[in-house]
């Protein structure tokens, strides 16, 4: 039973211990152990697989996905970052810049900016077109021209008092529809998602007329194009308690871990610890620097269950 | 995938230059059948994963939203 025992966890868990990792790769192939059949097969992967949604909001997504193998997970990550397609600012036509930003800098800059539009609603550009058509492009607008404030009190040194329109934010870009594109998309507002980036900062008498193409494209093409701030997953801690552990070794046990990972239970006057939630933890490994506590606990993580 | 395949008795994949796109592929197979076999069959065992995944998400997502509207209310 004993052998079984540690069979299960070498094919399940990955196992954290002081100096290293063991039990990295997948070892579910068919022909690795006697007497189980990993062979692929499709009706255990569905019964085995699920994805739990954790969180959902504007600016991030937390789910689960579990009964599916590393790489699987990984190729998902990385096609996230570099193969779904956005729109971004690709072609900047400089009508007048009188500002200290150069030309290549504000072009740069304006290319990272992200843009909120579905890029489904749009073509790839072809090779070798370089006017584009309305299937294709989205037009934007930045025109701005700083002036002096004459209503400024005679010794202020505030730029936000002296000068008008001196930063030039996100939100100064107007969407210029082209072609048929004001009937296609009537309700749609095209814009930059973040109204509040600032792009240059300006002094009376410097001014800004540009003209920008945002084409759909690929992170893999230009890191501009990628959809995500960042995508990343981690597997399911796995946390368990070899021995009993109470009273003072307890409460530094629950030291050792990411706070609401261990709870202390009082049962009958002793305090006991208890795992509460081992998905909030990040695995510090602080545990390990403590002798008497080191051989009490066993820090694994579960295979195939990516947060 | 492919290793999933009890036919398989080896499969290995390299990169030959990170700004190409070819990867180079060895599968050997117990002598039964010929390499390709796995191969496909590696293949269209993938996009049926990947369909799964995507409609298992899609109802999860579905589900969470449900569940979230059921909360402010």
């Known amino acids: 039973m004993a052998e079984r025992g540690s069979l299960e966890e070498m094919r399940s868990r990955v196992v954290l211990g002081e100096f290293g990792v063991r039990h990295v790769h997948t070892t579910d192939f068919p022909g690795s152990y006697p007497g189980y059949t990993d062979a692929w097969d499709p009706v255990t992967f569905r019964q085995g697989f699920h994805v739990d949604v954790t969180h959902m909001d504007e600016g991030l997504l937390e789910f689960d996905l579990v009964g599916i193998d590393a790489a699987i997970a990984n190729a998902f990550r990385r096609i996230l970052l570099a193969e779904v397609p956005t729109m971004a600012v690709e072609k900047?036509?400089?009508?007048?810049?009188?500002?200290?930003?150069?030309?290549?800098?504000?072009?740069?800059?304006?290319?990272?900016?992200?843009?909120?539009?579905?890029?489904?609603?749009?073509?790839?550009?072809?090779?070798?077109?370089e006017e584009g058509t309305e299937i294709d492009t989205l037009q934007f607008q930045l025109k701005i021209k700083c002036s002096r404030n004459p209503r400024a009190a005679k010794e202020s040194s505030d730029p936000n008092e002296l000068y008008i329109n001196h930063k030039v934010y996100s939100r100064h870009m107007t969407w210029v529809p082209l072609g048929n594109q004001a009937d296609l998309f009537p309700d749609a507002c095209f814009r930059p998602v973040h109204d509040d980036i600032l792009i240059a900062q300006l002094r009376p008498g410097q001014e800004i007329d540009v003209l920008m193409h945002c084409v759909k494209g690929i992170g893999k093409d230009h890191a501009k194009f990628s959809p995500v701030a960042t995508a990343s997953y981690r597997l399911l801690p796995d946390i368990t308690l070899v021995q009993p552990i109470e009273g003072e070794a307890a409460e530094k046990l629950k030291k050792c871990f990411s706070p609401g990972v261990i709870e202390i239970q009082d049962i009958k006057g002793k305090k006991v610890a208890r795992v509460a939630n081992a998905r909030l933890d990040t695995f510090s490994r602080e545990i390990f620097r403590h002798e008497e506590l080191k051989n009490m606990v066993r820090l694994a993580r579960v295979r195939n269950h990516y947060i | 995938m492919i290793m999933k395949n009890p036919e398989v008795e080896f499969c290995g994949y390299c990169i030959t230059h990170p700004s190409e796109s070819k990867i180079n592929f060895r599968i050997q197979t117990r002598g039964g059948i010929p390499a390709v076999e796995p191969f496909?069959?590696?293949?269209?065992?993938?996009?049926?994963?990947?369909?799964?995944?995507?409609?298992?998400?899609?109802?999860?997502v579905k589900e969470y939203k449900a569940q979230k509207e059921t909360e402010m209310d």
């Open chain 1, 92 to 129: 900047v036509f400089v009508y007048n810049n009188t500002s200290i930003v150069q030309d290549e800098i504000l072009a740069h800059r304006l290319g990272l900016i992200p843009i909120q539009a579905d890029p489904r609603l749009f073509e790839y550009r072809s090779q070798g077109d």
């Open chain 2, 40 to 60: 496909r069959k590696g293949l269209t065992d993938l996009m049926d994963v990947c369909h799964h995944m995507l409609s298992t998400f899609e109802a999860s």
